[in-house]
């Protein structure tokens, strides 16, 4: 999360995506109440391909049975398509087994792997 969250104050951040005609910022709502959120970007693959890059993608635990989680993304997909993209990448952290499972709900599969190591502590054991 240290590398891959959105810098504080969120809002700020929120604002910008707001505003930026290749991000795009989806809410879902739930019995009246905001239960979830999820946005994403624009970006350019090395190949010059353009794709949707899904930066965050949240919902409450208690409204994650009722389709909520499905519906954002569902709208980050059609915002992809309406766009010409032709691929949608996003991150889960390593053992968010309910995420990955989520993702693979929508045949997305897992192609990179993130390793790393502390270089400020002793790693030999």
């Known amino acids: 999360m240290v590398t891959e969250a959105a810098s504080e104050p969120l ?16 809410v879902g709502v739930w019995e009246g109440a905001v239960v979830g959120y999820g946005w994403a970007q624009r970006t350019v693959r090395q190949d010059s391909s353009p794709i949707a890059r899904i930066d965050e993608l949240f919902v409450t ?6 389709g909520v989680g499905e519906s954002l993304f569902g709208a980050l997909m059609t915002w992809a398509r309406e766009l010409g993209l032709v691929a949608v990448d996003a991150f ?17 599969t897992a192609h990179g792997l993130i390793v790393h190591t502390r270089l400020d502590q002793d790693t030999e054991e």
């Open 11 to 26: 809002e700020d951040h929120l604002v910008e995506l707001i505003e930026d005609p290749e991000a795009f910022v989806v």
């Open 61 to 66: 635990p208690k409204a994650r049975s009722v």
């Open 92 to 108: 889960v952290l390593p053992g968010h087994r309910e995420a990955k499972n989520f993702f693979e709900t929508f045949k997305m």
